[in-house]
């Protein structure tokens, strides 16, 4: 019986930890070892994991997460919630105790599920922190944060966070020995190579459309280019979400008269982003920003808002420009200034993929997360 790591990601509708979470299991799938992964739902990952063949299965465990934090209330609810899934962990370790589990891997921050599995079978926990919660998804720790990361670091072996602002947030004196910070990995891609200076500037933003992620910003910035007689440009929109609120933003969209620079493309599974000029992060929150690192693994130029991780991937007038947190003229001033000059925007392309190669390649972060698993669970 082969040995396997049982993952545990409350992630289920395909966005970058699920792919994050894929890059580590195919690394293990060559180092001989197995893998299955519980998700508390159905989504669309079940594509992803049904097209690379990873074994799966839906547990419907409970977050120790909210929406909403109300004292008193959110506690008790959040007491329950763990106690559903102590009940759970003590069925599902019964039907698993005699497979060659050799430990248990956390892949997100949102539940306590993965914790009480190790506990009940006796094997080593790596927990790998992909979220700040409050800041990026607007979640609230049911029993408190100071407890929550204090039961975390308390039963973990290993914990991942994957950006130095992510680490600085969880880091405390019971956990400096067991933290380490180890950034997301992108696959390799052909570089750009197209800079055409008669073409007009195609920018693009990828991922999950909500109010968190500012695409309402970046259309503000639009209706400032338009003040300013700055034309040659479009926009893609590439991702879906809150069905209200993309109906808002076309609408808007409308209404500022944008609908020749502005293209709402919805969920793609395969981006062809060789396609862009440049992609655009306005969050302000990012815990680590995957996309932006997509980006540079394609040769585009970047611009991103220079809070969370994202300063961590941009350097500012090196890989890419950064802009002021939620200020639509400046983000309007650094997209004029990639429109006019596409030499820069090659030169940003070239730079910024060079730094993907040496920090972001799916490689360094497969190589860097296997030691961690090979440590952990004593493979070696």
Request: charged fraction near 30%.
């Given at each position: 019986m082969k040995k396997t790591v049982l993952f545990v990601s409350c992630s289920?509708?395909?966005?970058?930890?699920?792919?994050?979470?894929?890059?580590?299991?195919?690394?293990?799938?060559?180092?001989?070892?197995?893998?299955?992964?519980?998700?508390?739902?159905?989504?669309?990952?079940?594509?992803?994991?049904?097209?690379?063949?990873?074994?799966?299965?839906?547990?419907?465990?409970?977050?120790?997460?909210?929406?909403?934090?109300?004292?008193?209330?959110?506690?008790?609810?959040?007491?329950?919630?763990?106690?559903?899934?102590?009940?759970?962990?003590?069925?599902?370790?019964?039907?698993?105790?005699?497979?060659?589990?050799?430990?248990?891997?956390?892949?997100?921050?949102?539940?306590?599920?993965?914790?009480?599995?190790?506990?009940?079978?006796?094997v080593s926990h790596i927990q790998h922190i992909r979220e700040f919660g409050k800041e990026d998804f607007k979640r609230h720790y049911d029993i408190g944060e100071k407890l929550t990361n204090n039961i975390i670091s308390k039963n973990s072996e290993s914990i991942i966070c994957i950006s130095d602002c992510v680490l600085d947030k969880h880091k405390t004196k019971n956990n400096e020995d067991k933290i380490v910070k180890i950034y997301n990995g992108i696959p390799m891609k052909d570089m750009k190579s197209d800079y055409d200076s008669n073409k007009e500037t195609c920018f693009v933003m990828v991922g999950r459309i909500s109010e968190l992620k500012r695409q309402k910003l970046l259309i503000d910035a639009c209706v400032v280019l338009k003040e300013k007689g700055i034309t040659g440009y479009t926009v893609h929109f590439i991702g879906d979400g809150d069905e209200k609120y993309i109906r808002k933003l076309k609408q808007y969209v409308v209404e500022k008269k944008l609908q020749d620079n502005i293209i709402f493309a919805g969920y793609q599974t395969d981006i062809d982003l060789s396609k862009y000029d440049i992609g655009i992060m306005c969050s302000p929150a990012e815990a680590f920003g995957r996309v932006t690192a997509e980006y540079m693994s394609c040769g585009l130029a970047v611009i991103g808002a220079s809070g969370g991780a994202t300063p961590e991937i941009i350097s500012d007038g090196k890989t890419g420009?950064?802009?002021?947190?939620?200020?639509?003229?400046?983000?309007?001033?650094?997209?004029?200034?990639?429109?006019?000059?596409?030499?820069?925007?090659?030169?940003?392309?070239?730079?910024?993929?060079?730094?993907?190669?040496?920090?972001?390649?799916?490689?360094?972060?497969?190589?860097?997360?296997?030691?961690?698993?090979?440590?952990?669970?004593?493979l070696s």
């Open positions: 289920w509708m395909g966005y970058g930890a699920d792919f994050s979470l894929m890059s580590i299991i195919e690394k293990l799938k060559e180092e001989g070892i197995d893998s299955i992964v519980y998700i508390p739902r159905h989504g669309r990952v079940e594509e992803y994991f049904k097209k690379k063949s990873i074994k799966y299965k839906v547990i419907p465990y409970k977050t120790w997460t909210s929406s909403k934090f109300i004292p008193i209330i959110s506690n008790i609810y959040g007491l329950y919630k763990i106690f559903k899934n102590i009940i759970l962990s003590k069925r599902i370790s019964r039907e698993i105790k005699n497979k060659k589990i050799i430990g248990i891997y956390s892949n997100t921050y949102t539940d306590c599920f993965g914790i009480l599995l190790a506990r009940r079978l006796g420009l950064l802009f002021k947190i939620d200020d639509e003229k400046d983000l309007a001033e650094k997209m004029s200034t990639m429109i006019k000059n596409k030499a820069l925007v090659k030169k940003y392309g070239i730079s910024g993929y060079n730094k993907y190669l040496k920090v972001f390649s799916e490689k360094v972060y497969q190589n860097n997360i296997y030691n961690i698993i090979s440590k952990t669970y004593h």
